[in-house]
């Protein structure tokens, strides 16, 4: 059985910090790449930032030095620390393999940054 559990959302002003963590099954866990993605009302979902089992790590150019993907192999959690938040960043942040299965999402976190 999948499962994703994404926290840590919540409100913060522009310029502030927040730390999301997601909880994966090993059937997802196990994939070399783990993702964190987002969501914006009225957009497409979209890849942010993503993590191999070795730790090489890739990101959108749009959060490319503030925010820093990780994981924890051994407790088969991925984080994604996000610095110096803007408006733009306000979306629904979700993890998941990359690619990802078909069909298997978390509920996601809310991520509201207000200017």
């Known amino acids: 059985q999948v499962q994703l559990v994404e926290s840590g959302g919540g409100l913060v002003q522009a310029g502030g910090s927040l730390r999301l963590s997601c909880a994966a099954s090993?059937?997802?866990?196990?994939?070399?790449?783990m993702g964190w993605y987002r969501q914006a009302p009225g957009n497409q979902r979209e890849l942010v930032a993503r993590?191999?089992?070795?730790?090489?790590?890739d990101y959108a150019d749009s959060v490319k030095g503030r925010f820093t993907i990780s994981r924890d192999n051994a407790k088969n959690t991925v984080y994604l620390q996000m610095d110096s938040l803007k408006p733009e960043d306000t979306a629904v942040y979700y993890c998941n393999a990359f690619p990802p299965p078909p069909g298997a999402w978390g509920q996601g976190t809310q991520v509201t940054v207000s200017s």
């Open positions: 090993g059937s997802i866990f196990s994939r070399n790449v």
């Open positions: 993590v191999t089992r070795g730790g090489y790590t």
